[in-house]
């Protein structure tokens, strides 16, 4: 997952068991145990860009 979604990490931790978590120059890499709603809610969640901040 990209480093500035953070948010579907948190996600992650949250609706399955995350069995490794590893780092590299792409993001953060979670290998999960998840249902398929679970699953199918992350990857929705990874296709849809988060909306710009206005500041």
Same mark, same amino acid.
């Given at each position: 997952?990209?480093? #500035?979604?953070? #948010?579907?990490?948190?996600? $992650?931790? +949250?609706?399955?068991?995350? /069995? #490794?978590?590893?780092? #590299? &120059? ?9 249902? +398929? +709603? $679970?699953?199918?809610? /992350?990857?929705? $969640? /990874? &296709?849809?860009? /988060?909306?710009? +901040?206005? &500041?």
């Amino acid at each position: 997952m990209p480093y #500035d979604r953070g #948010d579907l990490v948190a996600l $992650a931790h +949250r609706t399955t068991r995350v /069995l #490794d978590t590893s780092y #590299d &120059e792409g993001g953060t890499r979670l290998q999960l145990l998840a249902t +398929r +709603r $679970a699953a199918e809610q /992350l990857q929705s $969640a /990874l &296709e849809t860009p /988060l909306p710009e +901040r206005v &500041e």
